[in-house]
């Protein structure tokens, strides 16, 4: 079969993690036989090579038009400046409207050099939080699967946010064009059929993560906690933060690893003189470094309120660590609760803190729980048998394109 990926965000560079599922996706799709084609529409500031192979699969970045090294320093408060002043003066939404038409023409031109029987597609376009009006997405003409990984409107919505109509409009159509729909978890499925309005059916095809090796040499530390992700409030690091207080007053020698990027001082204000010592701010660190520290920790927290399906947690439970969860969005999906970790509501910081407490208190559990965490990432949601049902379902995308099914 030869399939081709659209991902604006695939490794390395700048990505989060619809960049580690293509990537992930890509790479095991090509080692079964399958040949690969990755291409994205790429942020004015994204280096990196036009061209790459990974471990058999061809990679394309297509710039936009006002492309330059100017844009790549996003952390700087200049770059930031600048992101703001073309996107309210219409620069970048003209420059989009541009691009997208020579970027058609570009995937068109990949779709016959390389023969694509279908095209896996991403609902969430950045392009999209920079027009001021509706600029369409190119229809292809070869089967499309879009994968369902929380789009704008769907974020909006589940903060209660209405969303603006011409992005709204940009993300009904491009579900409206494809042939078939697929979310990354029921919740996600059912949600975005509601926020967007679409008439079809939405499966669930879930992500997957490498499963970190077994690290022998790794021993865990009886008061290590740690967090991994943004430092957003729909994270539920703030929740985290007051749990943590109530932590620290009965584990005094428990530490918070936090691992992520965000407003640090903005999170510390939740914290109580008392217990702001006890948590570390390590920014983000190398993969191979963070799941070593997953590796250590007695428990892993993540009371997030909006996901579609995390990797964050599915990693700490590979690397043998047992997670406090949100029972929120697709939580339970992933989660049987106290058989292969915690569900908390992310709310009741109050239980968020005994359940961590709990894991520290009652280490035969916790390990139970934790083994039970990995097998359960092993047979379910590592990558083979994840390629094996998308290489299923792509089957028929492609018979229902054709007309044959």
Not at 50 to 76: C, L, N, P
Not at 95 to 102: E, L, P
Not at 143 to 154: E, P
Not at 371 to 376: I, L
Request: aromatic share 10%; proline share 4%; with cysteine.
């Amino acid at each position: 079969m030869n399939i081709l990926f659209l991902c604006d965000e695939y490794p390395p560079g700048r990505h989060g993690g619809i960049g580690t599922v293509v990537q992930q996706l890509a790479r095991e799709s090509a080692r079964k036989g399958h040949n690969v084609v990755v291409v994205g529409f790429y942020d004015w500031g994204y280096g990196g090579e036009d061209e790459f192979e990974d471990e058999g699969v061809k990679v394309y970045r297509f710039r936009r038009g006002m492309a330059s090294s100017i844009f790549s320093k996003q952390e700087t408060l200049f770059v930031r400046a600048l992101y703001k002043l073309f996107t309210v003066t219409g620069a970048f939404h003209r420059d989009i409207v541009k691009s997208i038409k020579m970027y058609e023409q570009f995937l068109l031109h990949l779709l016959h050099k390389h023969e694509i029987d279908i095209v896996e597609m991403p609902d969430f376009n950045d392009y999209v939080r920079h027009c001021k009006a509706v600029v369409p997405f190119p229809k292809l003409p070869v089967a499309t699967l879009v994968k369902l990984n929380g789009s704008v409107s769907y974020f909006n919505r589940e903060a209660g946010i209405t969303p603006a109509p011409h992005i709204w409009q940009i993300e009904h159509d491009i579900l409206i064009n494809a042939d078939a729909v697929a979310g990354a978890s029921r919740y996600t499925a059912d949600k975005t059929k509601e926020y967007l309005e679409y008439p079809g059916t939405i499966d669930v095809l879930y992500n997957t993560i490498k499963v970190p090796e077994v690290r022998h040499d790794i021993v865990k530390k009886d008061a290590q906690v740690t967090y991994t992700g943004s430092l957003a409030e729909k994270k539920g690091i703030y929740q985290l933060m007051k749990a943590w207080n109530l932590v620290h007053e009965k584990h005094p020698e428990a530490v918070l690893s936090v691992y992520g990027k965000g407003p640090v001082e903005k999170v510390q204000a939740f914290l109580n003189a008392k217990s702001k010592h006890s948590v570390q701010f390590l920014g983000h660190v190398d993969r191979k470094v963070l799941f070593e520290r997953l590796g250590e920790s007695t428990v892993a927290v993540f009371p997030s309120y909006a996901e579609c399906f995390a990797l964050a947690p599915m990693e700490a439970m590979g690397c043998g660590t047992t997670i406090v969860y949100s029972t929120r969005t697709s939580g339970p999906e992933l989660i049987d609760n106290m058989v292969d970790g915690i569900l908390v509501d992310p709310d009741d910081y109050e239980e968020l803190a005994e359940k961590i407490c709990y894991l520290m208190e009652n280490p035969e559990k916790n390990k139970e729980l934790a083994e039970k965490a990995r097998q359960k990432i092993i047979d379910r949601f590592s990558v083979s048998p994840i390629v094996d049902e998308h290489i299923i379902y792509y089957n028929n995308v492609i018979r229902k394109h054709k007309g044959e099914g």
